[in-house]
């Protein structure tokens, strides 16, 4: 099918959805999880078959690891569908709302945006994950992913058509957009059938969507995140939160990227916080400052420091100050989550108020910008973009709003 | 000065304003009135001067109309600019928090975009109204205007800075952009120094930066605005609200374009409604069904359903029912502001939920769609985007938000 007729049969799909109830849409999910367990074998097979030809092509284990499905890996894209279904419906929600003095009432109400787009890579739970989330939030979805996964993502897919039939729904609301990268370039060209673009996956992805497309986007994140260990900071938080944000899942985008130490906690905080990382497997990069502390720290070349490691390295850093240290930042930010330990109010108050990220971090882990922890139920992806969405995307983020104005036959004067 | 030496000194600029106090920006927003109204002389001079130039190329009276200053206009951008300084300041707000079950606390925060590029035509009140209300939000604003205009906004922009500078704020917070069509480019590519771009203008000039520009863009709106006059609607109120639509401004986004008739009320409603608006000086082009009520009518043409005239003129058709009300819209709307005059509540439910628009209207006039008419105090444009902003757009609406991240040394287990 062209991506033309596709995309329209999604935009006659979002015309339904948009008037789904709740409970339609949850019966849809209930019944997409229900479809996806009945089709293990298929999928499964499917995944096998993928999984063999990235093999042979030489792909790495991590990547392989990503593209690879297990019973349990399917379980928990069921389960992510039936919890989507406990989740409130943000369409028909209404944000604000008045009267004017002349009578006439005005809501602005939460729709949905119409028709999504989204661009991912060798992941085929996402499939699964973002079609469900755009369901919920009343909206049809064009899903192009990785041509590495296409057989595991199309045997899911026709599970996941099943489901939305199964509930009354059309089953063009979840497409799968297959076909060469030309095909991405019609979807970056769409506009008018497709309402917003959302990329998934590494810098470059992000980078070619949000420079070709003339679809609206949201960006979602690169993470080259800091730690600033204040002067005043109580040392033990510190090498906890260092040790949690760089260590516990190195491979996110809200995991620490770069350390930086105020000169005067340097001695004392440094010679236990590289034998701990040390300890726990972590190579660091570092200045010649930090080097002073141990033999084990490799040198840091200068665009280190704008490396999105995704792995068990941490460059790091002395500074003299808070300003050098929200200098660095200004620097080499990309503007996802940055953190200060700090016992002092002034200078959490002067950290807060002047790095520029979606998240700013007092004396917690970076680990939390997350929309599960922020207990948002969802996440579509972190947004590192200013318009719309900044931050863990969830339901409401996947919505747009109307105004709805109304009289008993008002005119202006 | 080059775009790029503007762009940084702007971000530069911009960190200053997004931590300044409501009192510092609204006094120089009250300063920047005060310089207005002492440089009127140079400003009408230089408009002047604008304005011969224009009228030896031969621009049409109506945009010598608008882009001519007289001490009233002027009069009236200086009480812009205190108006906004009496208007809540939009950062700091707290849109909502909460603290998670591990006592993390979490407030999503209305922070500024950065540095704000507006492009528009000409019209020199938006050089003081939209540095204005960039300066309000917390923004820096790059402002490129039309050529036509330089020499006005140039003078304008001189006392802008002064009352900005008399505030004790960085005068680069507003700026103005000069060169020629290549600046414009280097505005649309300067992803990482310009936040946001907004193009303020006619069809062509948006479709333009839309298409265009790398930089997040808000797209600002043409109206091809609909009214529905159903089988059931008390023809007076229809009759009112068509004529107010229409003729008490024709050349805004929110003046109506295209009349339909359910087939019911044609026969009683359009002889009325043809004589009325021939009355006021209304051409009206229409299918063949409204043509047998009144030989004033032009035939209309196919096209002319997706014209926005900005003019005494009006597009007309009969339409068999509320669904053939509804497909048309969908074909033909800009996604502006939609009215449906009706006594049924099943259709104006129905109408409601399914016209895809910014504004959807029962019952009154589409004029009100308008940051002052709903109240906002003041107006950047009406968003026809369905991302981050749809319809009017007011102060909240020039802001992004930060996630501040408070905790004792909490780590994600």
Redesign the interface.
């Known amino acids: 099918m062209t991506f033309d007729r596709r995309a329209r049969a999604a935009k006659g799909a979002a015309?339904t959805l948009?008037?789904a109830s709740r409970a339609t849409k949850d019966a849809a999910l209930h019944a997409m999880a229900v479809r996806l367990l009945d089709a293990q074998e298929a999928i499964l097979a499917a995944n096998a078959a993928d999984v063999a030809a990235a093999e042979a092509s030489g792909t790495t284990r991590a990547l392989i690891d990503r593209l690879r499905l297990t019973p349990e890996r399917l379980g928990a894209m069921a389960d992510g569908l039936r919890q989507l279904a406990g989740l409130p419906d943000p369409v028909g929600d209404v944000v604000r709302g008045?009267t004017?003095p002349n009578g006439?009432s005005?809501r602005?109400v939460r729709?949905p945006?119409?028709v999504v787009g989204i661009i991912y890579e060798a992941r085929p739970n996402v499939t699964a994950d973002a079609a469900g989330i755009a369901l919920k939030s009343g909206n049809a979805a064009l899903l192009r992913g990785s041509s590495s996964t296409l057989a595991s993502n199309r045997a899911i897919m026709v599970a996941l058509r099943e489901g939305v039939a199964d509930a009354g729904l059309p089953e063009d609301a979840v497409q799968l957009v297959e076909g060469d990268r030309s095909v991405t370039a019609e979807m970056m060209a769409a506009?008018g059938l497709v309402?917003?673009l959302i990329p998934r996956g590494g810098a470059g992805l992000i980078n070619a969507v949000?420079?070709g497309s003339?679809v609206?986007?949201?960006e979602t994140g690169t993470g080259n995140c800091h730690l600033f260990v204040d002067a005043s900071a109580?040392q033990?938080?510190a090498l906890?939160?260092l040790?949690?944000?760089k260590v516990?899942r190195p491979s996110v985008c809200n995991a620490l990227e770069t350390l930086l130490v105020h000169a005067d906690a340097a001695p004392t905080f440094l010679p236990r916080a590289l034998a701990a990382l040390a300890d726990a497997g972590v190579t660091v990069h570092g200045t010649d400052a930090v080097r002073s502390y141990s033999d084990a720290v490799l040198p840091a070349r200068e665009d280190e420091f704008d490396e999105e490691y995704l792995s068990l390295d941490l460059a790091a850093a002395v500074v003299d100050d808070l300003d050098a240290a929200i200098e660095h930042i200004r620097e080499h930010t990309t503007g996802h989550s940055e953190t200060i330990?700090t016992s002092d109010l002034v200078a959490?108050d002067r950290f807060?108020?002047?790095v520029?990220?979606?998240?700013?971090?007092?004396?917690?882990?970076s680990?939390?910008?997350d929309g599960g922890?922020?207990?948002f139920g969802a996440e579509i992806g972190i947004s590192t973009?200013?318009?719309?969405a900044?931050?863990?995307m969830a339901l409401p983020e996947m919505t747009?709003?109307?105004?709805?104005?109304?009289?008993?036959?008002?005119?202006?004067a």
Chains 1, 2 share one sequence.
């Open positions: 015309r948009a008037t008045w004017n006439v005005v602005q729709v945006f119409g506009r309402d917003v949000v420079e003339k609206p986007v949201i109580d033990d938080m906890d939160i040790l949690n944000a516990q330990v959490a807060v108020a002047e520029d990220a979606a998240a700013v971090l007092v004396n917690a882990s680990r939390f910008v922890e922020f207990g973009q200013k318009l719309h900044r931050g863990p747009s709003t109307k105004y709805v104005v109304t009289g008993r036959g008002q005119t202006r």
